[in-house]
T-cell receptor, first 112, second 113 residues
Framework: NAGVTQTPKFRVLKTGQSMTLLCAQDMNHEYMYWYRQDPGMGLRLIHYSVGEGTTAKGEVPDGYNVSRLKKQNFLLGLESAAPSQTSVYFC???????????FGDGTRLSIL | GNSVTQMEGPVTLSEEAFLTINCTYTATGYPSLFWYVQYPGEGLQLLLKATKADDKGSNKGFEATYRKETTSFHLEKGSVQVSDSAVYFCAPTFSDTGNQFYFGTGTSLTVIP
């Protein structure tokens, strides 16, 4: 029973490089989310999706793009990585609004 | 506007001690309230929730009561164990923001034998 799986778990990038973080869920959830977690700041919502083919901006969307081409996958892209994007990224999914979210184990990303 | 304020840590307790982690919120409406727990190296897990005033959420010996009059949702446990060492997040959802979660800054708890 995998739940929410994030790939990769760790990555080091140089400034200006691009990469895509993959989130996959096997619970048939409609809603998916990307957060970043920084020391002393809790979790902040980057982008989210309420269904296949839809995406919306969260609290801190700048510098990121997302796609939800399949219901079970939610991709987070960094087109030109910056040191300020060094963080731990969490993906989550839920059945809908106001419902508990299920989280992956996170991706630790360092930008040099 | 909407906001959440959570007790800052870190908190260190001896095993079997009583735990309280304070959480208060400001809101224009009536949010649903959640507590999540994050164990080292893992993602967040739902600990408990309450969706209306005076509801009490409980799980694994933890409890929290939705107090509308004080806009609070304090987390309590009567006797903590070493295995409770983790980071705890208070997370209200507000209907005027599409029910998105607002996470508190987290409170780190360490329980020593």
């Amino acid at each position: 029973n995998a739940g929410v799986t994030q790939t990769p778990k760790f990555r080091v990038l140089k400034t200006g490089q691009s990469m895509t973080l993959l989130c996959a869920q096997d619970m048939n959830h409609e809603y998916m989310y990307w957060y970043r977690q920084d020391p002393g700041m809790g979790l902040r919502l980057i982008h989210y999706s309420v269904g296949e083919g839809t995406t919306a901006k969260g609290e801190v969307p700048d510098g990121y793009n997302v796609s939800r081409l399949k219901k079970q996958n939610f991709l987070l892209g960094l087109e030109s990585a910056a040191p300020s994007q060094t963080s731990v990224y969490f993906c989550a999914s839920s059945t809908g609004n106001n419902q508990p979210q299920h989280f992956g184990d996170g991706t630790r990303l360092s930008i040099l | 506007g909407n906001s959440v304020t959570q007790m800052e840590g870190p908190v260190t307790l001896s095993e079997e001690a009583f735990l309280t982690i304070n959480c208060t919120y400001t809101a224009t409406g009536y949010p649903s309230l959640f507590w999540y727990v994050q164990y080292p190296g893992e993602g967040l897990q739902l600990l408990l929730k309450a969706t209306k005033a005076d509801d009490k959420g409980s799980n694994k010996g933890f409890e929290a009561t939705y107090r509308k009059e004080t806009t609070s949702f304090h987390l309590e446990k009567g006797s903590v164990q070493v295995s409770d060492s983790a980071v705890y997040f208070c997370a209200p959802t507000f209907s005027d923001t599409g029910n998105q979660f607002y996470f508190g800054t987290g409170t780190s708890l360490t329980v020593i034998p």
